[in-house]
């Protein structure tokens, strides 16, 4: 299984951006898909996940109402829709795969993908 992420990028405050993570190897339908983030000496930190199956959603409180995660069945993508991204933001953004609902713990997710860097400027 291959994670690739993408979409990654430059903007200033307010802006948006929309990272996609692209799924090969195999079909991840009974899993759950997250994304993560990490900045320069601090941790990984959970961002938001999703079941494939059913959609369900789940957010860290940080990026409640301005991110939105979802997925594409036909083209086996997992999408974040950032808006009204702040300097806070600025990260490396990680997609993960996972097969079980613990969608915050880093440990359950067992594929990951390369980072793509977000930079929200001021």
């Known amino acids: 299984v291959q994670l690739q992420a993408s979409g990654g990028g430059s903007v200033q405050a307010g802006g948006s951006l929309r990272l996609s993570c692209a799924v090969s190897?195999?079909?991840?339908?009974?899993?759950?898909m997250g994304w993560f983030r990490q900045v320069p000496g601090k941790e990984r930190e959970f961002v938001a996940a999703?079941?494939?199956?059913?959609?369900?959603?789940y957010y860290a409180d940080p990026v409640k109402g301005r991110f939105t995660i979802s997925r594409d069945n036909a083209k086996n993508t997992v999408i974040l829709q950032m808006r009204s991204l702040k300097p806070g933001d600025t990260a490396v953004y990680f997609c993960?795969?996972?097969?079980?609902?613990?969608?915050?713990?880093?440990?359950?997710?067992?594929?990951w993908g390369q980072g793509t860097q977000v930079t929200v400027s001021s």
């Open positions: 993960a795969a996972g097969p079980r609902w613990a969608p915050t713990l880093m440990r359950e997710y067992e594929y």
């Open positions: 190897g195999r079909t991840l339908s009974s899993y759950v």
């Open positions: 999703i079941t494939w199956s059913s959609g369900i959603t």
